[in-house]
């Protein structure tokens, strides 16, 4: 006859299929959001490359604008929302000042516009400047498309905040310089 102690001592303790399946289920969410986690991180390290990118780009812009005042004067560094890439300008040795300065900012505005659409997803580039007596500055827009954001979260929202009147679907950065 068995005692107590020594039944007890036969009777093996392990875990249930249903405590497996409850513990498999907890490390699956577990695994799960931090894949989300790992992809989110990834979106939002790449988010700021692009922002990067972009300022780089309009102080880049802003340092050729610097370097012909003269042609910023003129207006020669304005780019609007729309506007089409420009020509490679003449050079001439035998240009006048105006000439040669618009000529000057005409390349920079080529390869500035160039840049900003080759290293920015879907990128444009919107500037603006104000010449008055004693100030010059120069008011840039950069503008991309965001592949992280979706068309109705917050992110893309305030993006949208920092872009000129008339852009939707954009993310933006602007930069204001004084020259």
Not at 105 to 115: I, Y
Not at 128 to 136: D, K, L, M, N
Request: glycine share 8%; charged share 15%.
């Amino acid at each position: 006859m068995k005692t107590s102690s020594q039944a007890s001592a036969n009777f093996q303790c392990g875990a249930g299929l249903i405590e497996v399946l409850v513990a498999l289920l907890i490390i699956s969410l577990g695994l799960m959001s931090l894949a989300r986690l790992s992809a989110t991180t990834i979106g939002f390290n790449k988010g700021a490359q692009v922002r990067l990118v972009a300022l780089s780009l309009a102080t880049q812009y802003a340092e050729r604008a610097r370097l012909n005042v003269y042609g910023f004067d003129l207006g020669s560094y304005d780019i609007a929302q729309n506007e089409a890439v420009p020509n490679a300008p003449a050079i001439d040795p035998d240009a006048n000042d105006v000439t040669a300065a618009t000529n000057v900012a005409q390349g920079d505005k080529l390869e500035f516009m160039q840049r900003v659409a080759n290293h920015l997803p879907q990128g444009l580039a919107v500037v603006g400047s104000t010449r008055a007596p004693g100030t010059r500055d120069l008011d840039v827009w950069i503008l991309w498309q965001d592949v992280n954001t979706e068309p109705s979260g917050a992110l893309l929202a305030a993006g949208e905040s920092q872009c000129p009147v008339g852009v939707n679907g954009s993310s933006c950065l602007y930069v204001k310089v004084r020259l």
